[in-house]
């Protein structure tokens, strides 16, 4: 058997984990074709990298199907129930940083904080005869969040992606995103709610509760984490 | 026997007892249209209930419960007044908890009359009380009405009266409205920016999506009415707070909100509801003497009862939740009636607690 290491199979948030890696002996890479999904690891023995799209690493963490993975905090939180049962956390990687956040149209001039969106999606309900829709994919950490604020008559509708047109596109009055500067909310007309910090997030290495060990695999996996001294 | 079986046999038992009494036997669709959950308990009902769907009807939940198709199939077509029983389980999506389960087998007793409410009250809890009193349990009655009534008599605006009835049901933003709006929290810094604003209207921002500038307008004129009534007056504020610490026997509980309501006059009536329930309570042999009494019950897990409300208890098993729970939903049949509104009172109980707790004696 190996340790397997799941890691994001594409753009930035690989490349950096790739670079975190190299930089504590643990060299990382791509193999074959552009287009292929193969990986390779050099500097340590018996450890495979697997690569994976980073919103399904929680789910095979937490089969253990993988030991080890690379994922964003956001991730594991709103996919996982009972996340720290399942999975423990490593270290932090020092990058992929991103807030979860709620924010609302800068129009809205009357609304700047939770109390302030809980009154207005009272006032819209009566006023329109539906729940205020809140556009956003991560929806048990929106909805946990909303509930322990104490805020009602909302609804949550789904988006995979474009979220912050919604608002503009009438789908949603209001949306729950990721977001790390800020940038793409004020080009949409979008402002965040002062006290609307649902979580922050960063790429962090987590290892899995529930993947099966045997004696040599207990051996390396401690050598690997020896290694890159987390 | 097996446990599931044993648990179903108990459940039959149960509901052929509610039917000797004259409950009519009712089924309902384990498929529920998901929208009017929603609408009804809002969006943390998915942290709660299973959600499926098809392409055809959309959204569906696996029933949380009995008491709205119950309601839904008697605001539809059901002769008045009516009693219903029925058996069956009933789903819930468990997401912190395993040691919860996530389907078991409810009984239940329904009550729908206009005659008199304080007697159908009892009747319920006599019901259902028959038939757990055998185990050893502890019994919590409460009274939302009574706490809707002191909201209601705050001496303050409509607007605040309104925002604190809807958050009835979430004491901690209850408790911050509360706080707010009698001046013992200050005003947040971003409302008063706004509100010194000669014109906030005049901001230059796109005006996108459905929420519209009048609405937008319309909420700071409410916050300007806010900002100049006076705040609720702290020896409210303080009646109100000895009314959600009222918790003991029912006898001295009557007592002692009568005494509330020499200053608190808007529960008076409340109060007289409550001494007609215990008149009652008495009538069908129920030992009110020693019967607790908690104002503050139901407020955070029983959010349709706005009356009468009632949970057993297994005393020695804090980690189980409540063996039946009850109470009194008549705002319920005037959401889910369309126009039509019938007083309504009803309780559950769940057979494989009640198993459970007999295979431990």
Not at chain 2, 210 to 215: A, N
Not at chain 2, 261 to 282: G, S, W
Request: aromatic share 6%; hydrophobic share 40%; net charge negative.
């Amino acid at each position: 058997m190996t340790i397997k290491l799941g890691v994001p199979s594409k753009g930035r948030l690989m490349e950096k984990t790739f670079d975190w890696f190299g930089a504590r002996g643990v060299a990382l890479s791509r193999t074959g074709s552009d287009r292929e999904y193969a990986g390779a690891v050099e500097g340590v023995d018996g450890v495979e990298l697997v690569l994976l799209s980073a919103g399904e690493i929680p789910r095979e963490l937490a089969a253990g199907r993988i030991h080890l993975g690379v994922t964003g905090t956001d991730l594991i939180r709103e996919k996982l129930g009972r996340w720290d049962m399942q999975v423990g956390e490593l270290a932090e990687l020092g990058f992929g940083q991103a807030d979860l956040i709620i924010a609302v149209p800068n129009a809205w001039v009357d609304v700047d904080t939770l109390d302030d969106l809980d009154a207005a999606c009272a006032a819209f309900r009566a006023e329109h005869g539906f729940r205020l829709r809140i556009a956003t994919k991560y929806h048990r950490l929106v909805r946990e969040f909303l509930r322990d604020h104490g805020v009602a008559d909302y609804q949550l509708v789904d988006s995979q992606g474009a979220t912050e047109g919604t608002v503009k596109n009438l789908t949603a009055e209001a949306v729950a995103d990721i977001t790390s500067t800020g940038e793409t909310l004020r080009a949409n007309h979008l402002k965040l709610l002062s006290d609307g910090l649902v979580l922050k997030s960063q790429a962090t290495l987590f290892k899995s509760r529930a993947a099966p060990l045997s004696d040599q695999d207990r051996k390396r996996l401690d050598q690997l984490i020896d290694l890159l001294q987390v | 026997m097996p446990q599931r079986a044993k648990i179903r046999a108990r459940a039959e038992d149960l509901r052929q007892g509610f039917e000797a009494v004259g409950a009519t036997r009712v089924e309902t669709a384990v498929l529920q249209p998901a929208e009017t959950l929603l609408d009804l308990y809002g969006e943390d009902i998915r942290g709660r209930a299973y959600v499926t769907s098809d392409a055809l009807r959309g959204e569906q939940m696996l029933r949380p419960d009995f008491t709205v198709p119950v309601v839904q199939m008697h605001m539809e077509h059901g002769a008045e007044p009516a009693r219903y029983t029925y058996s069956g389980k009933v789903f819930r999506r468990q997401e912190d908890d395993d040691s919860r389960d996530n389907e078991y087998v409810q009984v239940g007793y329904e009550v729908f009359d206009r005659e008199n409410p304080a007697a159908a009250d009892a009747e319920v809890f006599d019901l259902i009380r028959g038939a757990v009193n055998h185990l050893d349990l502890r019994c919590a009655t409460g009274d939302i009405g009574i706490l809707k009534a002191a909201v209601q008599g705050l001496e303050t605006t409509e607007r605040r009266k309104a925002a604190l009835l809807r958050h009835i049901w979430r004491p901690r933003r209850f408790r911050s409205l509360l706080d707010r709006f009698s001046g013992r929290v200050a005003v947040p810094a971003s409302r008063v920016a706004l509100l010194a604003q000669d014109d906030p209207m005049d901001h230059g921002f796109a005006d996108i999506g459905l929420r519209s500038q009048t609405e937008v307008a319309a909420r700071i004129e409410a916050l300007r009415e806010d900002a100049d009534a006076a705040p609720i007056a702290a020896g409210q504020v303080a009646l109100l707070d000895q009314l959600l610490n009222v918790r003991e026997t029912l006898p001295n509980a009557l007592e002692h909100l009568r005494d509330i309501a020499v200053d608190m006059p808007a529960i008076t009536e409340a109060v007289f509801c409550l001494e007609d329930r215990i008149r009652a309570l008495a009538a069908r042999g129920i030992d009110v003497e020693t019967l607790e009494f908690e104002a503050s019950y139901g407020r955070s897990q029983m959010e349709y009862y706005d009356g009468f409300v009632f949970g057993f208890y297994a005393g020695a098993r804090p980690d189980l939740p409540p063996v039946a729970t009850g109470g009194r939903y008549d705002a319920l049949t005037r959401v889910l009636g369309q126009g039509r509104e019938i007083p309504a009172v009803g309780g559950v109980i769940r057979p494989g607690l009640l198993v459970l707790l007999e295979g431990a004696e």
